[in-house]
């Protein structure tokens, strides 16, 4: 959603590399385009306008660090606006003193409200929470139906006493809602409250009594974030008519222009509190400011990325894995390639991981253009495999080789292709393994002790002089041959420090995927 922007906004920031301090004209052009890039997104004038005045006093302040060039004075100075706009940090969830905590949710009409209630219910119920969704959005055809899919899809229950399609009292059902989680002890209760197709009176006074009938502890708007400017003008009327505590933005994955994103928070005052960015139930998470700027930005998200791998990865299994190969002998199989590349898998497209990674914004396109299908075909080939031949790969023959791609539906080239990959892989991981359980190849801390070095240097022929005159004139003596010194080891039992050849042939040596590999030589 905010290509468009980021583009912008580091075209802008290129133009000041090289220069060591930032001139009023420097601070004039830069804020020009900053501003024209945030018009062209769809960002409130009033916003632009607040914005643009805050980068402008503080580039021209005593707030600048003197140890920064000038774009990076000016792209500091812009992920801290960016981050206030947004809502400055993190608003976490309400929950009542007394259960049940109850949250309901208000928007127009296709904004996402059905789908996002099962989103939040399957968030809520990965904290630990027992939540229930409620019908009561009895007006739409087939919204009822709808929800109960959607909870079915979470595992989350849903409380559907009227069928819909006009059919039943909205405020009733919210209301029986309320006994029913009391007495089932549901901890949470989502409402799914009717859509609008604009700011209908009728309809904002039904939500104005779904809202006094249950008391929420929070309500939720929950806004389109492609609609643009109408989502501002909109959460006002909704402000004004019934309230909201926080803003929830669905479908930040399109590919609109992302005004509304930038905007709501500052002109309702109100935090945005959730983000939806796909169309899984999983592609939801509570939203951080920092983050967001830092994405806008084209600096990656880090943090996001780890809690995903923490998510996602299995402590236990990703240690046994980085055990067998750091004990070199081959118990790293093909099994465990299989595990973690699935691993990475769940936590998304590998698009999406990749566009988290910081410095890949420079790389948009190639990103967007990797073929999932790779990792399919990988899969197959592995699949198609025997226990003991995924085990041992060294099993593998020409015979095999040429049942495994027949059971696969690939080529041997493809079959060969993995197997040497998968070596490379494992060869270059084992000799970074060691060299970090023995320390760096030319740095401190894992080399010899001082006293081993100048043993080693003694058998090297090196000799120290005799404070004895008598020895010191007696003829040299051939020194027997030193044996070769031994290579740094763990104490632990781990592979001992290779050398930093070794460690640029594993390098050299491996390939990347194909798709991959393609991918990093465009973006250079």
Do not use: C
Request: charged share 25%; no cysteine; proline share 5%.
């Amino acid at each position: 959603m905010f290509d468009t922007l980021q583009d912008r906004l580091s075209a802008a920031f290129r133009n000041l590399r090289g220069k060591t301090r930032l001139t009023p004209a420097d601070i004039e052009a830069t804020t020009r385009e900053i501003r024209l890039a945030l018009l062209e997104a769809d960002v409130n004038l009033v916003v632009v306008k607040e914005f643009i005045a805050a980068v402008r006093e503080r580039a021209a302040g005593v707030e600048i660090h003197q140890a920064l060039n000038a774009g990076q004075q000016i792209v500091k100075i812009v992920n801290d606006e960016l981050i206030a706009i947004l809502g400055g940090q993190a608003r976490p969830l309400r929950f009542a003193k007394t259960p049940p905590t109850v949250i309901m949710l208000a928007g127009l009409q296709g904004s996402g409200k059905t789908t996002l209630a099962g989103k939040l219910g399957r968030w809520l119920r990965s904290q630990g929470h027992a939540p229930l969704l409620v019908a009561a959005d009895l007006q739409r055809p087939n919204a009822v139906n709808q929800l109960q899919v959607v909870g079915e899809r979470a595992g989350v229950h849903v409380f559907a006493p009227e069928p819909g399609n006009g059919v039943g009292n909205p405020v009733q059902v919210a209301r029986d809602s309320i006994a029913h989680a009391q007495t089932k002890l549901y901890d949470v209760v989502i409402v799914d409250t009717a859509g609008r197709l604009g700011v209908d009176a009728e309809l904002m006074q039904q939500a104005a009594d779904i809202r006094d009938a249950v008391n929420p502890t929070e309500i939720l708007f929950v806004v389109d974030a492609m609609i643009g400017q109408d989502a501002v003008n909109t959460a006002r009327a909704f402000a004004e008519g019934v309230g909201f505590d926080g803003v929830v933005l669905s479908k930040l994955d399109g590919d609109a222009r992302g005004g509304a994103a930038l905007s709501i928070a500052r002109v309702t005052g109100r935090p945005i509190m959730f983000a939806s960015n796909g169309e899984g139930l999983d592609d939801f998470d509570a939203f951080h400011p920092d983050r967001m700027a830092s994405r806008i930005l084209g600096m990656g998200d880090v943090l996001t990325l780890i809690e995903q791998a923490e998510k996602t990865f299995d402590a236990e299994q990703t240690a046994k894995a980085a055990e067998k190969l750091l004990k070199g002998k081959g118990e790293f199989g093909l099994d465990d390639f299989l595990q973690q590349m699935q691993a990475v898998r769940k936590m998304g497209p590998l698009s999406k991981i990749l566009g988290m990674m910081p410095g890949m914004g420079q790389m948009k396109d190639q990103i967007n253009n990797i073929d999932e299908r790779e990792i399919d075909r990988i899969e197959a080939i592995i699949y198609s495999m025997t226990p003991a031949e995924r085990a041992n790969p060294k099993l593998l023959d020409g015979s095999r080789r040429a049942r495994i791609a027949k059971g696969s539906g690939t080529q041997v080239s493809d079959v060969n292709s993995l197997v040497n990959r998968f070596y490379d892989a494992r060869k270059m991981m084992q000799s970074l393994g060691g060299a970090m359980a023995g320390g760096m190849p030319g740095m401190g801390g894992g080399g010899r002790r001082p006293a081993a070095r100048q043993q080693a240097k003694k058998r090297k022929g090196g000799k120290g002089v005799s404070g004895n005159p008598a020895k010191r004139n007696q003829p040299a003596t051939t020194a027997a041959p030193a044996e070769p010194a031994a290579s740094a080891g763990s104490p632990f039992g781990l592979p001992t420090q290779p050398s930093e050849a070794e460690i640029a042939k594993a390098m050299g040596e491996f390939q990347l995927p194909p798709d991959l590999q393609k991918l990093l030589n465009q973006g250079k």
